[in-house]
């Protein structure tokens, strides 16, 4: 029996490697077939792709296909084999280590990067997050990478790429792990109330040009424990998912995410923002916020078409809140 044509080999490609990730013992192509509801052929195709990823399957004849190794490297041949987007890190820079992959973004937008290039590194010395804050990026465990993208807009028009981006964490997130990810407005990824990704965007611009945007994106994926401190506000996908996650697998589905994600939102802005809203933990809670320099609390009850987190006050009047911190009851251990 065949699935529906409508599938795509990738969602396929991911059942296979789930499949044999489960099963540590050899699997039969007939199993596969079987029990994915997919051609003999289709899995024997969808097997040689995950090999070309850089996954290493043993197969034997009349005992079927064992998961031999998982790679954890990440290089652009690794990153570029089974990329299925069009412009989207296909011009990709590796790093073992650098300062911050959104400051070399930078450097190379100015010496004239594509738009969609990859920025990528294993550890960052000095990665940054939001509002000042020092991102931690140790080796091997996370992913650290920066996009940049020379969007043919008015600088206006891209101030919701951030919170697109958080879309396409959140929805990858979802597909490859089943983890239950949702989007603290604007763009933070949490599992449980705990942060899993953050994501840093920076722009240049004209008043009616933009030269770059770059989209800096750090995700939790292998880390094994946090310090005491941390451990009441971040988690990370091996922890929530209780088994270690392909990296390269992850940041393949997020380019691709992103890519869609931007492209529809150019013709059909309000059926992307009803799927960020569906997945939006803010909304419908008690969030806090300093306006004024006065702490305010009221409760999040919309995304504006400027992507602003729209709040009803105790007294029924509604603010628009476009920047700084919101925090949100239940979130990040928020009473
Ligand atoms: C946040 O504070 O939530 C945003 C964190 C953004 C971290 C990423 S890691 C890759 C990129 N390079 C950086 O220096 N920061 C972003």
């Not at 079987?34 to 290493?56: D, F, P």
């Not at 992103?258 to 013709?267: A, K, M, N, Q, V």
């Amino acid at each position: 029996m065949t699935k529906d044509k409508g599938r795509d080999c990738m969602s396929t490609k991911d059942e296979v490697l789930k499949y044999l990730q489960n099963h540590q013992q050899y699997v039969s192509g007939e199993e596969l077939s079987e029990q994915l509801l997919v051609s003999r052929t289709a899995i024997w195709k969808n097997i040689n792709t995950l090999r070309s990823s850089g996954y290493e399957i043993e197969s034997v004849t009349n005992r079927g296909y064992r998961l031999v190794f998982s790679p954890n490297t990440i290089s652009p041949e690794i990153i570029l084999s089974g990329l299925k987007t069009k412009a989207m890190g296909k011009n990709v820079f590796c790093f073992d280590s650098i300062d911050s992959t959104n400051a070399q973004a930078k450097r190379q937008a100015l010496a004239g990067a594509s738009n969609g290039s990859l920025f990528i590194a294993e550890q960052q010395t000095g990665g940054k997050g939001r509002l000042g804050r020092v991102w931690a990026s140790p080796s091997g465990t996370g992913l650290w990478f920066s996009v940049l993208l020379r969007p043919d807009s008015l600088p206006v028009q891209v101030t919701n790429i951030t919170l697109l981006a958080g879309l396409a964490v959140c929805l990858s997130i979802r597909k490859l792990t089943k983890a239950p990810a949702m989007i603290k407005w604007p763009n933070d990824i949490v599992i449980g109330g705990k942060k899993v990704c953050g994501i840093l965007t920076e722009m240049a611009a004209e008043i009616d040009r933009i030269e770059y945007v770059v989209v800096g994106i750090g995700i939790n994926v292998n880390t094994e424990n946090f310090p005491e401190e941390l451990s009441v506000k971040a988690t990370s996908l091996r922890v929530e998912c209780g088994k270690p996650v392909a990296r390269v697998e992850l940041l393949q589905e997020i380019l691709s995410e992103f890519e869609r994600i931007l492209s529809d939102y150019t013709d059909r802005p309000e059926a992307i923002f009803a799927e960020y809203k569906t997945l939006c933990v803010s909304l419908n809670r008690t969030v806090g916020f300093v306006r004024n320099k006065e702490p305010l609390t009221a409760t999040a009850v919309d995304i504006s078409p400027a992507g602003e987190l729209v709040v009803r006050c105790g007294n029924g009047s509604l603010i628009s809140i476009n920047s700084g911190e919101v925090t949100v009851q239940g979130i990040y251990g928020q009473t």
